[in-house]
């Protein structure tokens, strides 16, 4: 095996230092890091955690919102050949618990309010490293500042690994169920770095707003500037617009990269200057969206990205290319990428085997799972061989196709159209209902209405409308119950975007909602 230190990912960091060593990295409000900067910090940072103990292959959980701590310290980890643990600031206590559980850390690295947390759960209390981005004063317990790690002059090169070795564990939205940590070894990260610039036209001169730390990782190794959004991450539906778009102009942002609801904001102002392209993706959007952002970004490139964390990107498609397709013939995510291997298995929820493979592929025309292969393609989940069961099939070659979740068909264009989720399709009278199918043609038989969910009940095709009742609701739409409120439907707290259905199936199954009855 070959275990040259270029697989080492933040190598490429020290390439981009080399090639733009006074461009800026990381711009957030009117501070600048250059490129040669962060690169001596990334250095310093691995060095100090080196002497403090942290060992290759140890793991360090890090929970800092998107900064240039975040980077410098999540370099830093990597460029030891320990593995960084991402864990969003924001996330429940219940969910640190079981991310910390499943980590097994050695070190433990985030903003002061998140040591308070640290300290409310036994197996991160007595970490021996602990590093702080604040001043580490009682009654916050790190027992390291950052600022102290960066005072030395002291640099190391990255560590040298395999490209096996773990590098960045993630975890994923949890929407079908618990999340799983997305073990992205330092070849993945290398192969997804490779995908993301074959796939995504960025030009060397870029200034990118990224608000998925991916994506400014892709940049730092390119050597293209990010600059961070001013915004609580953890609400990314309410971000002031006036205060982005003024960092797009002073900043001269040529690319925005971000979800639906922060395009959504972005689009009520005029549109910036040099903004060039918008990639988006993350949560569904609408033809409807789409039509607001192309009268509000006139002279821009609008991409709709499609991936999950374990793969990212599968397939991407422009505005203009979407609005030509009708919706209730479900999403159109374009055509997968030509580095991908893509086929669709018949919907069944449980494990499939190698063995079971080829028997169980749809033939063309069906809707199927989609699943795909590649090199940036997450081959397992951190400790998690039952995750790994349901959602991994490899074959004896070694080849990993991922089950990505999705419901969908490819048409004759080859153009993959979503059609739900395989956690919620419904099967009502022997048939296969696809909840994204169902929630299109309701919409569009409702039009008063601001959301649509379907769901299963016992059997029983449930519709529920956020809008007004429609007296002759039945006629003109066959469900089995229809349910009208006014109140909003429970969706994702970041987002705003995606409805939760978890929550929303309990509170049916509490009774809590009724239902207008077929006469």
């Known amino acids: 095996m070959n275990t040259s230190p270029q697989h080492n990912i933040t190598a490429l960091l020290d390439e981009a230092a080399l090639r ?17 900067a962060l690169h001596a910090h990334v250095a310093r940072c691995a060095r100090q955690l080196r002497e403090h103990g942290l060992q290759a292959g140890q793991r360090v959980i890090i929970m800092i919102p998107m900064s240039a701590e975040l980077y410098v310290t999540l370099l830093g980890v990597i460029r030891c050949g320990a593995a960084a643990v991402f864990v969003d600031p924001w996330i429940p206590m219940r969910q640190i618990a079981v991310f910390a559980a499943f980590a097994e850390p050695a070190g433990f690295i985030g903003v002061p309010k998140s040591h308070l947390l640290r300290l409310l759960q036994p197996r991160l209390a007595r970490l021996p490293l602990t590093v702080s981005t604040g001043p580490v004063i009682a009654p916050l317990p790190a027992r390291l500042s950052l600022s102290k790690l960066l ?8 560590a040298t690994v ?20 997305a073990n992205r070894t330092h070849g993945f990260l290398k192969a997804q770095y490779d995908a993301l610039c074959q796939e995504l036209d960025y030009r060397d001169d870029d200034v990118d707003m990224p608000m998925f730390p991916v994506f400014a990782l892709r940049n730092l190794a390119a050597g293209i500037t990010s600059v961070v959004p001013s915004m609580d991450f953890g609400r990314v539906a309410a971000v002031n617009p006036q205060i982005l778009s003024e960092q797009i102009r002073r900043d001269g942002v040529t690319v925005v990269t971000a979800s639906p609801p922060f395009i959504d904001r972005l689009a009520s102002l005029p549109q910036p200057p040099h903004l060039r392209k918008i990639l988006t993706g993350g949560a569904p959007v609408t033809n409807e969206q789409l039509q607001r952002w192309e009268a509000a970004f ?5 991409q709709i990205l499609y ?31 030509a580095l991908l291997q893509t086929r669709l298995l018949r919907i069944r929820k ?4 190698a063995a079971e493979l080829e028997s169980v592929t749809c033939p063309p025309g069906e809707i ?18 039952d995750a790994a ?18 419901t969908g068909y490819f048409d004759a264009k080859g153009r993959f159209f979503l059609t739900g989720r395989v956690h919620s399709t419904i099967l009502r009278d022997g048939r296969i209902l696809h909840a994204q199918l169902v929630e299109s043609e309701a919409a569009r038989r409702f039009p008063e209405a601001r959301r649509v969910a379907a769901l299963e009940q016992n059997g029983k095709l449930v519709l529920v409308i956020q809008g007004p009742a429609v007296p002759d609701a039945h006629a003109r739409f066959d469900a089995d119950r229809i349910i009208f409120t006014r109140k909003a439907l429970p969706v994702d707290p970041r987002h705003n975007a995606k409805i939760d259905y978890a929550r929303l199936r309990g509170e049916l199954e509490r009774g809590a909602l009724a239902w207008t009855k077929k006469t």
């Open 20 to 36: 733009h060593p006074e461009r800026s990295a990381l711009v957030f409000g009117t501070k600048r890091l250059t490129f040669a």
């Open 151 to 158: 005072r030395t002059r002291d640099e190391i090169p990255p």
């Open 162 to 181: 395999s490209p096996e070795a773990p590098a960045l564990i993630t975890f994923t939205s949890g929407s079908s169920g618990t999340p799983k940590g």
């Open 298 to 302: 006139p002279s821009s490139d609008i």
């Open 307 to 337: 991936g999950s964390t374990e793969a990212e990107p599968v397939a991407r498609i422009s505005s203009r290319e979407r609005l030509a397709t009708a919706e209730d013939q479900g999403y159109c995510c374009g055509v997968p990428s």
């Open 350 to 353: 449980g494990p499939v085997s």
């Open 368 to 385: 199927g799972e989609l699943a795909v292969s590649g090199a940036h393609v997450c081959r397992d989940y951190f400790k998690n061989p």
């Open 389 to 406: 069961l349901e959602n991994k099939i490899v074959t004896p070659d070694g080849t990993c196709w991922h089950r990505m979740g999705d």
